[in-house]
T-cell receptor
Framework: KAGVTQTPRYLIKTRGQQVTLSCSPI?????VSWYQQTPGQGLQFLFE???????NKGNFPGRFSGRQFSNSRSEMNVSTLELGDSALYLC???????????FGPGTRLTVL | AQTVTQSQPEMSVQEAETVTLSCTYD???????LFWYKQPPSRQMILVIR??????QNATENRFSVNFQKAAKSFSLKISDSQLGDAAMYFC??????????FGKGTKLTVNP
């Protein structure tokens, strides 16, 4: 069974731009969560989607948004990029919100 | 709000020996789950072991086992017969009910040959 895939793997943007990251969960998984990982803050929860509904949201500004499609694929968008948004963005999928999460390889975003 | 604390930023172990990584957590949920994840350098986060809080029996996965002390809200990971490939960042996490998955800051494990 294919694992969680994330595209693109690497991204370089400049301040003020916006970016869209994509995540395809493991087949059959309906829950998708997003995390931001930085050396200083560690792993911080962004949002969780289950069956196209946002179930939980972390403490991030409104510039961070996400959605989930009917095939469980998910996207997250960051608008008006700031230098501090440079991070590894991880997506994880699970059968349901209480099940173990399986992570993708991440998208490394660099904001210049 | 849930919190997860890993008090050991770094640990080291000799190859073939045993090491224990500590984790304490706090949650208001009555039904929750605990996890240990491993993240090798520049590689993908991997689930190591999962424990349901309602189960008294400690979870075991090959060389990895946990010591789950529910009353003390402690969830340590024991790695037996350590191998070079075990070198990684290890994250403890807690989640369940309506709560999102919360991760600790991680413990960097070095395995010395």
């Amino acid at each position: 069974k294919a694992g969680v895939t994330q595209t693109p793997r690497y991204l370089i943007k400049t301040r003020g731009q916006q970016v869209t990251l994509s995540c395809s969960p493991i087949s059959g998984h309906r829950s998708v969560s997003w995390y931001q990982q930085t050396p200083g803050q560690g792993l911080q929860f962004l949002f969780e989607y289950f069956s196209e509904t946002q179930r939980n949201k972390g403490n991030f500004p409104g510039r961070f948004s996400g959605r989930q499609f009917s095939n469980s694929r998910s996207e997250m968008n960051v608008s008006t990029l700031e230098l501090g948004d440079s991070a590894l963005y991880l997506c994880a999928s699970s059968l349901d919100p209480l099940a173990a999460q399986y992570f993708g390889p991440g998208t490394r975003l660099t904001v210049l | 709000a849930q919190t997860v604390t890993q008090s050991q930023p770094e640990m080291s172990v000799q190859e073939a020996e045993t090491v224990t990584l500590s984790c304490t957590y706090d949650t208001s949920e009555s039904d929750y789950y605990l996890f240990w994840y491993k993240q090798p350098p520049s590689r993908q986060m991997i689930l190591v072991i999962r424990q349901e809080a309602y189960k008294q029996q400690n979870a075991t996965e090959n060389r990895f086992s946990v010591n789950f002390q529910k009353a003390a809200k402690s969830f340590s990971l024991k790695i037996s017969d350590s191998q070079l490939g075990d070198a990684a960042m290890y994250f403890c996490a807690s989640g369940g009910g309506s709560e999102k998955l919360v991760f600790g800051k991680g413990t960097k494990l070095t395995v010395n040959p």
